[in-house]
Nanobody, 125 residues
Framework: VQLQASGGGLVQAGGSLRLSCSIS????????MGWFRQAPGKEREFVAA????????IYADFVKGRFTVSRDNAKNTVFLQMNSLKPMDTAVYFC???????????????????WGQGTLVTVSS
């Protein structure tokens, strides 16, 4: 599985961005997906996750009500819509895939097997 994140950029506080993650797989696979972020000098942290079917989602408390994760399996793409952005949201955002579809979504970095290269989001005050 190869992942390619895009859509980052510079935005003012209160603005919006939509991140995309393109999924390439050699074989047909069903993967739960996650978004993580890493700010300079900080550890990578969970942002949101979505099940393979798209029917289940979970969010970190600090993005609830502002970010929405979704996916289009026909286009092999996962999205992260980010609204009401704050300077604290500045980070490199990574998409990640689990090895399959599971009964429960996970927030741990170690639960994800494949990672994209990250896209930088900068929110100015």
């Amino acid at each position: 599985v190869q992942l390619q994140a895009s859509g980052g950029g510079l935005v003012q506080a209160g603005g919006s961005l939509r991140l995309s993650c393109s999924i390439s797989a050699r074989t047909t696979s069903r993967n739960d997906m996650g978004w993580f972020r890493q700010a300079p000098g900080k550890e990578r942290e969970f942002v949101a996750a979505i099940s393979w079917s798209g029917g289940r989602t979970i969010y970190a408390d600090f993005v609830k009500g502002r970010f929405t994760v979704s996916r289009d399996n026909a286009k092999n793409t996962v999205f992260l819509q980010m609204n009401s952005l704050k300077p604290m949201d500045t980070a490199v955002y990574f998409c990640a895939a689990r090895s399959a579809a599971f009964s429960f979504l996970r927030i741990e970095v170690t639960s994800y097997d494949y990672w994209g290269q990250g896209t930088l989001v900068t929110v100015s005050s």
